[in-house]
Every structure is written in structure tokens, then in C-alpha cells.
């Protein structure tokens, strides 16, 4: 009876041993180089930028701190003297004139804006820049350019989610930043005509503004023409026209 039971307690134990292995996490994959791939340790060691990347990543996400704003919570005292703001159709513009836009539009007080920021990176060919993402996700909680929040705000506020957006700053040798700006990588996510930015804001609560560069992406007149007359070549060298 004993020998029985130490049998069927090995079988028990070989078949929870293989039945963990086969559920366990595979082996960590060899990372892959591509023969474009930049070498980020030599390039970095080569660098004569004096902000080593962390804390040049670090000091971007201070900048962008509520505390700080990008300049507009301490006065621009974080921007260089030769500052620049420049994005898809905006810019560059210079620093008080970034200070003044931004000033007026206060985003904050008609949002509650979760930022949802990743990826942040020091651009290993330009060592004084930081690129990382966003994806933001807005719920209307006052007026904004006219437009109240929806009237069941309790229970259905007013959403916005932006396209992804691509950031970039560029820093000083003192940490002073010298130019900021953002793109749209995706115009066909979220619910605000493919525009990031204060453009997205005024499209996403119906009030954008009335000039071109605030509407969602339209193919111009020739761009069509043209892709037509591309389609027409094509079926008339295969002989179906």
C-alpha cells in the first residue's frame, strides 16, 4: 500500500512539474539589431552634451509638470530667451507669443485632462532632444469657447480622445528649454477629426475654428484628380477601358 502511494505521489508531481513548464513564460528573445539601427552607447558616449540622458528625460517631465506647465505656470521661467513653439500648421512662434496663446485658452479649467504619456526617449542623433507620446483623454467639466459640457454631465460628460500625438523637446546646456512641439501620428483615432492640439479641442466640442488647417484631413482637388488619373492609367494599360 505504501509503495502505491509514493507511486502515485511521483505521478503527481511529474504531471504538476510538466504541466507548469508548458504554461511557463517562453525564454526572453535575443533582442534583433537591424542593419539601419543606430548605435545609442557609442552615440551617447560620443555626445558633448553635458545632460546625460535620464536626467534630461527627467528634467522634461518637471517642465511638464503641473507645477510648471511648459512655462505657463512659472512665468516661462523654464524657456530659453530664444524659445520656440512650433507643431503641424502652428509655428514657430516665439516665447511671448507661446506665453500669451497659451495663456488665454486655460484648457485646465474646462478639462480634466489625463495626458497618458509614454515612451519617453533622448533622441540618440540630437542628444539635447526628448521625444515621447501621448494619447489624451479629455472630459469636459465647464464652458469652452461657447460650448457647455453635455446636460447629462453627471452621468455622461463630455469626452474627448485625441489622436496619438508625437511630443519633442529641446533642451539648452543649462536646461532651459529651447523649442517644443507636437504631430499628430494617427488621424484616424479618436473623436476629435483626426486634429490634436487646441485644434482638437475646438472640432471636438463644435466650434472649430473657420479656416482650413481646423477641419479634419480633406484630400485637395488635384490630390484626387490626380489619384484618379492614376487609376484610370492603370486599367487602360491592362486593356479594360
Request: charged share 20%; glycine share 10%.
Given at each position: 500500500?505504501?509503495?502505491?502511494?509514493?507511486?502515485?505521489?511521483?505521478?503527481?508531481?511529474?504531471f504538476?512539474?510538466?504541466a507548469?513548464s508548458?504554461?511557463?513564460?517562453?525564454?526572453?528573445?535575443?533582442p534583433i539589431?537591424?542593419?539601419?539601427?543606430?548605435d545609442t552607447?557609442?552615440?551617447?558616449?560620443?555626445?558633448?552634451f553635458?545632460?546625460?540622458?535620464?536626467?534630461l528625460?527627467?528634467?522634461?517631465?518637471q517642465?511638464?509638470?503641473?507645477?510648471i506647465?511648459?512655462?505657463?505656470k512659472?512665468?516661462?521661467?523654464?524657456?530659453?530667451?530664444?524659445?520656440?513653439?512650433?507643431?503641424?500648421?502652428?509655428?514657430?512662434?516665439?516665447?511671448e507669443e507661446?506665453?500669451?496663446a497659451?495663456g488665454?485658452?486655460?484648457?485646465?479649467?474646462?478639462?480634466?485632462?489625463?495626458?497618458?504619456?509614454?515612451?519617453?526617449t533622448?533622441?540618440?542623433?540630437?542628444?539635447?532632444?526628448?521625444?515621447?507620446?501621448?494619447?489624451?483623454?479629455?472630459?469636459?467639466?465647464?464652458?469652452?469657447m461657447?460650448?457647455?459640457?453635455?446636460?447629462?454631465?453627471?452621468?455622461?460628460?463630455?469626452?474627448?480622445t485625441l489622436?496619438?500625438?508625437?511630443f519633442h523637446?529641446?533642451?539648452t546646456?543649462?536646461?532651459?528649454?529651447?523649442?517644443?512641439?507636437?504631430?499628430?501620428?494617427?488621424?484616424?483615432?479618436?473623436?476629435?477629426?483626426g486634429l490634436?492640439?487646441?485644434?482638437?479641442?475646438?472640432y471636438?466640442?463644435?466650434?472649430?475654428?473657420?479656416?482650413?488647417?481646423?477641419?479634419?484631413?480633406k484630400?485637395?482637388f488635384?490630390?484626387?484628380?490626380?489619384?484618379?488619373?492614376g487609376?484610370?492609367?492603370?486599367?487602360?494599360?491592362?486593356?479594360?477601358?
Amino acid at each position: 500500500m505504501k509503495t502505491t502511494t509514493a507511486a502515485a505521489a511521483a505521478l503527481i508531481a511529474v504531471f504538476t512539474s510538466t504541466a507548469v513548464s508548458a504554461f511557463s513564460a517562453p525564454a526572453a528573445a535575443a533582442p534583433i539589431t537591424l542593419p539601419g539601427d543606430v548605435d545609442t552607447t557609442a552615440a551617447f558616449a560620443a555626445s558633448t552634451f553635458p545632460i546625460s540622458p535620464p536626467d534630461l528625460i527627467n528634467r522634461a517631465k518637471q517642465v511638464l509638470s503641473p507645477e510648471i506647465g511648459i512655462g505657463t505656470k512659472d512665468s516661462g521661467a523654464c524657456l530659453a530667451e530664444d524659445f520656440e513653439f512650433v507643431a503641424a500648421v502652428v509655428g514657430p512662434i516665439g516665447r511671448e507669443e507661446y506665453l500669451n496663446a497659451l495663456g488665454g485658452f486655460k484648457l485646465e479649467e474646462s478639462f480634466d485632462i489625463q495626458q497618458n504619456t509614454f515612451g519617453f526617449t533622448v533622441d540618440p542623433l540630437q542628444p539635447n532632444r526628448v521625444w515621447w507620446y501621448g494619447r489624451q483623454i479629455s472630459t469636459q467639466i465647464a464652458p469652452f469657447m461657447g460650448a457647455e459640457p453635455s446636460p447629462a454631465a453627471a452621468d455622461s460628460p463630455t469626452e474627448l480622445t485625441l489622436p496619438p500625438q508625437s511630443f519633442h523637446m529641446d533642451f539648452t546646456e543649462d536646461g532651459l528649454v529651447k523649442e517644443f512641439g507636437f504631430y499628430t501620428v494617427d488621424r484616424r483615432q479618436g473623436n476629435t477629426g483626426g486634429l490634436g492640439g487646441a485644434f482638437g479641442y475646438f472640432y471636438g466640442v463644435g466650434k472649430p475654428l473657420p479656416i482650413r488647417e481646423c477641419q479634419p484631413y480633406k484630400p485637395s482637388f488635384r490630390f484626387r484628380m490626380l489619384g484618379l488619373i492614376g487609376k484610370i492609367g492603370k486599367k487602360l494599360s491592362k486593356g479594360k477601358i
